[in-house]
């Protein structure tokens, strides 16, 4: 602890006795300073035990002395020590009112004691304070290293037990990592939003969060946010919450818990480089449909994410002319941390202004790829607005095993240019599978190819010479059957006949072939049929 007027008045070389201001001896001293000027408030920082001989006070004016004695409480001056046996005898009157009128602590300094003892005295004591500071902090290092290399959940139960408080740990997603004590969990938990405003600025950051008092769980606390990793960009964020603001020795002990959280949560280029190769070549391995190699490369590196069932995930930015990293990285981050916490393997390779991801079928890392894009956009379902523009477009495989890799990778980019092309931040390729593959032609490159196919048929229609489009859409409607597509149009089955063979002619193809036939029919279904 610091030095206090307390701790001053019990210094038995000092013998200073108390005058005024009793109750408010516990007060820290941060200096000891002599001024016997009649306003030495400018010269003043705040926390100082002025000493004075009253040489230029006058010190018997009531009125002067309240004056003086209400800018040193203003200014943040601590205490006053006055020197009987100098200039005065004992200490006036006037000053002994104003002290004890303001509860203003003043301190009698007899004439055998020299400032120069107080100023001593204090300058050990501070002196004294800094190097127990410093020892603990050297000790707390050496503690919380230990802890750290049992896990976040042990560096910070040290870490609260150091500072007296709670501490957590958060992740790159802003999602508790540890928390301790117990109940420490609850009130983190609280605090997702101050974290998540905390990482969108530069790293390194940090920010002070008052609690909201009231509750049971160390609410009404002081917390402080420090975010975590080597670089610009946040990889987590540690809190500390405390009943009153941190002391020397414990910002020694959090401080070293930020070297050590980020060590632990900071790889280095060189590592990430050779993982990101290492993923790359299992991935390739995989798609060139050889998992017994992948596996091998491998090794545990993924556990048993290799075998079976697995999906794959490809994502990109939305908006043309941007490299989408910054929300291809929140996708990575929210993915890695949730199969963190459940335990599972991801496997994630950057492609280019992409990023795909091998994941496990039915676990955390997919439920929180959906959740993630829903969350970004509002709705996975809802089109994209203009503001949005770079933000994720995301294709997801079906369920799929080590052979079928291969697949479900083209299922993947199958689902990514619907999601592209509908303006959707998430397709499964079962959607594609399960629903109608009509709305599939809403595309300008399937309309413009619709379009160049009837265009004849049309410009004949438009000479009035018959209705040719029409009746190719009813005839095949009813599968080529004559007389019901003939009543549909209200002709004889004979002008149907004709007005087929017309349409041979002029697309210079037959209707006996089924692949014609169907794509005069979805070129009819593309143009809405007009």
Known sequence: MPPT???????????????????RLETPVRW????????????????ELLLITAMKLDAEDPEAMRRYVRRLAGAGVVGLGFAVGVSYDEIPQALLAAAEAEDFPLLEVPRR??????????SAAIAADQYRAVTAGFEAQRELTRAALAGPADLVARLAAHVDGWAAVYDASGAVVAAAPDWAGRRAARLTADVERLRERPAPASAVVGGASGDDDGADDRVELQSLGAGRRARGALAVGTAAPLGTAERYAVHSAIALLTL???RTRALQAAEARLGAAVLRMLLAGEPDHARAVAGDLYGSLLDAPFRILIAEAAGEGTDGAEPLQALVDALESAAARAGEAVLVVPDGTRVVILAADGGEAVAACTLHTAVRRGDAARPLEPAEADDLVVGLS????????????KQAEQALSVAR??????????ELATGSVLPLLADDAVRAFADGMLRALHEHDATGRGDLVASLRAWLSRHGQWDAAAAQL????HT????????????GRSLDDPDVRMELWLALKATGGQ
């Open 5 to 23: 007027l307390a701790s001053l008045v019990h210094h038995t070389a000092l013998k200073l006795v108390v005058r005024a201001g009793e109750d």
């Open 32 to 47: 000891a300073h002599v001024s016997e000027l009649a306003d030495p408030v400018p010269y003043m920082e705040g926390g």
């Open 113 to 122: 004691t020299p400032f120069l003892a107080i100023s001593k005295a204090v």
């Open 264 to 266: 632990t949560t900071e």
């Open 398 to 409: 079906a369920p799929a095993g080590p052979i079928a890799a291969a697949t479900a990778f």
């Open 421 to 430: 092309r509908r303006g959707r931040a998430l397709v499964e390729h079962e």
């Open 490 to 493: 209200g002709v004889h089955r």
């Open 496 to 507: 149907l006949r004709y007005r087929m063979r017309r349409v041979e002619e002029i697309l």
